[in-house]
């Protein structure tokens, strides 16, 4: 690829935590869809496997339901499947990728987000609720995680990812301690590794369970 080819290939990148609304996160994801998947394979995007595994190490109940809040193209889902999850349902806002995670058929539904009300496909609570990738500035903030205890049911697991950009927003630590200390959850796993390890990016992997 030439030089100015390899530029444009990190323009989304560069730029994905940059964002400050939500109506520009949806114009950047639909023009980034066609090669989201490829950029972030390239710069070795860790996340999704270490959260798929850190949910099955707390026993994540593997038969049942999974949501994938944020499942974008479904490069979460493939890694959720190939770590057990067998039925997965996938939610995201750009109908962009959500278009490309039908074509992967690892999700046995699919649900466009509405950004004012993002849950009102959910009927029933979930065992096991995921969030890779997706709690940003820009993206979704430290109130996505009350929001998903409601999705949960009583003992299930939230999973999700917390790259540098997030942390140094004290809102979401902040949040986490607050949703602890009043007892709507307890932390099962928190690990401090790659993210996108290409661009020296780390994540922290938390693993949450709903109380009663």
Not at 81 to 93: A, T, Y
Not at 127 to 134: D, L
Not at 179 to 203: A, C
Request: proline share 3%; net charge negative.
């Amino acid at each position: 690829m030439s030089q100015d080819g390899e530029m444009t290939k990190k323009k989304f990148l560069d730029s994905a935590y940059e964002l400050d609304s939500a109506e520009k996160t949806r114009d950047f994801y639909k023009e980034w869809a066609q090669t989201y998947d490829q950029e972030i394979t390239d710069n070795g995007y860790a996340s999704p496997v270490r959260t798929a595994q850190a949910l099955v190490s707390c026993g994540a109940q593997l038969d049942r339901p999974l949501l994938d809040i944020g499942c974008g193209t479904g490069i979460s889902g493939v890694f959720l499947k190939q770590s057990g999850f067998k039925e997965l349902h996938g939610s995201d806002f750009s109908t962009d990728m959500l278009a490309l995670a039908k074509g992967k058929d690892l999700y046995s539904r699919l649900h466009h987000a509405d950004l004012n009300n993002p849950f009102d496909f959910v009927e029933e609570q979930y065992q096991t609720v995921t969030a890779i990738g997706v709690m940003a500035p820009g993206h979704a903030g430290p109130q996505l995680i009350e929001s998903v205890l409601t999705l949960t049911a009583t003992g299930g697991l939230f999973g999700f990812s917390m790259n540098d950009h997030t942390l140094d927003d004290p809102g979401y630590l902040s949040e986490i301690d607050r949703l602890v200390k009043s007892r709507k959850m307890r932390i099962r796993w928190s690990e401090y590794g790659d993210h996108l390890p290409q661009i020296g990016l780390n994540s922290i992997i938390m693993v949450i369970e709903k109380l009663g």
